[in-house]
């Protein structure tokens, strides 16, 4: 990844709020409390008919020994390395703290550019007099005054760090990139997999339920192919939601699932299939979106020959009639069969994306049809006349008759399974519309 512009500060400065200034989205949390951000957070901006790449960081934190500001430092210094220019936000409200100073040792050694933010300056005061006093640090850059929550000052201060960007096209860089969301409850191991991918600390883990809060995402190439990953915070039950952070964590990763054409939704080998499992499936499902099932920490099962058989049966048998989708038995911590996963995954993606041609789906369907036709209603004959697919993001067939109204649900699924018998559509969930002719 190229032009990549880094946020980078103490904790609680705005840079979530800069963040998404730049990239004209609500998509990292921001709050008054410090540490929300904890992993880096990836958005495209775009500015002077330009596309850039904007990390946000967690808050840096010198000498502390807890375990997230640990975690978060070594974010931040990742994000260091990846940036093309640095932006050092600091606070215009509080001033100059020691944890700036400190920092600004950190940035010194840095040989990148780097643009000192002073946000929050909002009043003719803060934006002249205290902002000035950055100026102290000593770092050969100047002082920015600008307000990330209403957006003055920005446009003076990117038309500076995109000067210092190469661009070698025009386009949006994610634009047609498959996205692959990676879905499950707290604690099955999100990010442990993205980690496991990628063969570094993409993304924080601790065994604490709820390290994540963001929707992260990472560009992937693997089979050829690009893709983007993007690791979610793990969805509770409503009921066990009890602070505004982690509401907006789950909002963010309902909005992932959205976003994305394949969910890889995780479930712990140890605990089997949970309520809150097949709540997360059925949002896949019902957003007609591709899924896989990962069974995650296979490696802490104790098992025999036949308890992935066994397990599998049970899973799809509590899925019914949502059971189409591929399960795969893996482990993120030993690395076993995780490439299975995204392999399976890229092959739903091209399932989803497929179409029959009207003369083959008729040729196979209607005989099937002529042979076991629809219940009689109300002493009314229902005839199907032909099929089509039209053209969606997920699979829609449309079946003509003369009585659609007519037609049950429990034939509607008849159909959707002859259709998978014969055309296949693995982890694609299948839409049948009936239309009068």
Not at 78 to 89: N, S
Not at 177 to 195: D, Q, T, Y
Request: net charge negative.
């Amino acid at each position: 990844m190229s032009n990549i512009v880094a946020i980078v500060g103490r904790p609680n400065v705005g840079k979530s709020t800069l963040f998404n200034r730049l990239i004209e989205e609500r998509v990292a949390i921001t709050d008054n409390q410090s540490g929300v951000t904890r992993d880096r957070h990836y958005g495209n901006a775009f500015w002077l008919q330009k596309n850039f790449t904007v990390i946000d960081t967690g808050g840096y934190v010198v000498g502390s020994d807890d375990t997230f500001e640990e975690a978060i430092r070594s974010q931040v210094e990742l994000a260091l390395d990846e940036a093309t220019a640095i932006l050092f936000v600091v606070d215009t409200k509080q001033g100059l703290t020691e944890l700036d100073e400190e920092f600004a040792n950190v940035l010194r050694r840095s040989k990148k550019p780097i643009f000192v933010v002073a946000n929050k300056a909002e009043t003719f005061e803060r934006a002249n007099l205290v902002a000035s006093e950055f100026y102290g640090m000593g770092l050969s850059s100047e002082v920015y005054p600008i307000s990330a929550a209403d957006g003055s000052g920005t446009g003076e201060l990117l038309d500076e760090v995109v000067k210092y960007l190469e661009f070698d096209q025009e386009e949006n860089p994610n634009e047609g990139i498959p996205r692959i969301s990676i879905l499950g409850r707290p604690n099955v191991g999100k990010s442990s997999f993205l980690n496991a991918l990628l063969g570094k600390e993409r993304s924080i883990v601790t065994d604490i339920a709820g390290t994540t809060r963001d929707a992260i995402d990472t560009h992937y190439k693997m089979f050829g192919k690009d893709f983007i990953l993007t690791d979610t915070a793990g969805i509770r039950k409503k009921a066990k939601v009890n602070e505004d952070i982690e509401f907006y964590s789950v909002l963010r990763s309902i909005k992932a699932l959205d976003n994305s054409d394949v969910c890889i939704v995780l479930l712990d080998a140890t605990l089997g299939l949970e309520s809150q499992d097949v709540s997360i499936i059925a949002q896949a499902h019902n957003a007609k979106k591709g899924i896989v099932i990962m069974v995650n920490k296979w490696d802490a099962l104790e098992k025999d020959s036949k308890t992935a058989d066994t397990m599998k049966k049970d899973i799809l048998e509590r899925l019914a009639p949502m059971n189409y989708m591929p399960i795969i038995f893996a482990s993120a911590l030993e690395k076993q069969r995780i490439f299975q996963v995204i392999e399976k995954a890229m092959e739903v993606y091209d399932v989803r994306k497929s179409q029959i041609s009207t003369s083959k789906l008729n040729d196979i369907l209607l005989p099937i049809i002529e042979n076991y036709p629809p219940p009689s209603m109300k002493g009314k004959m229902v005839r199907i006349k032909y099929i089509v697919q039209v053209p969606t993001p997920s699979p829609t067939f449309v079946f003509f008759c003369n009585l659609p109204q007519y037609v049950m649900e429990s034939y509607q699924r008849f159909l959707q399974n002859k259709i998978r018998e014969h055309f296949g559509f693995e982890g694609v969930a299948i839409t049948t519309f009936f239309r009068k002719k």
